[in-house]
C-alpha cells in the first residue's frame, strides 16, 4: 500500500466549509489555501535524517485563528510521519499540544520523546 502522490485530504470546518490539506513535498509543508487561496495555513517541517523529521512550526493567519484550522495540519503531519515511518521531533508547540489533545498510540511510536 503506497500513498498516492499528495492527495488532497478533504475535511470540513465547524461552518462546514471544506478544509483541504495538501502536502507540497517539494517545500516540505502542509498547506490549507483559505479565502480562495488568498490566504494560506502553513505547516513547515524539515528532515533532519534519512527517515527523521522536524515537525518546526505553523502558522495560521490571524483572521483564522480558533477556528481549528491548525488541527487539520497537525493531523496530516502526524498522519505522514505513521505512513511513511519515520521518526517526529515536535518543536512546534502546537503539534505538541494536538498530540497531548490527541493521544494516538501510533503517534507515540513515531516522536522523539
Not at 11 to 33: G, M, P, T, Y
Not at 60 to 82: E, N, S, T
Not at 100 to 110: C, D, L, S, V
Amino acid at each position: 500500500y503506497t500513498m498516492a502522490q499528495a492527495a488532497p485530504v478533504t475535511v470540513f470546518d465547524a461552518n462546514n466549509s471544506q478544509i483541504q490539506v495538501e502536502h507540497d513535498k517539494k517545500r516540505r509543508q502542509f498547506v490549507i489555501r483559505l479565502n480562495g487561496s488568498h490566504d494560506r495555513a502553513v505547516l513547515l517541517y524539515d528532515y533532519v535524517g534519512k527517515k527523521t523529521v522536524d515537525l518546526q512550526h505553523t502558522e495560521v493567519p490571524d483572521a483564522y485563528r480558533g477556528r481549528g484550522i491548525a488541527k487539520h495540519l497537525a493531523k496530516a503531519a502526524m498522519d505522514f510521519v505513521v505512513e511513511e515511518d519515520l521518526k517526529a521531533h515536535l518543536t512546534c508547540w502546537y503539534i505538541q499540544k494536538y498530540v497531548k489533545e490527541n493521544p494516538q498510540p501510533q503517534y507515540f511510536e513515531h516522536i522523539y520523546q
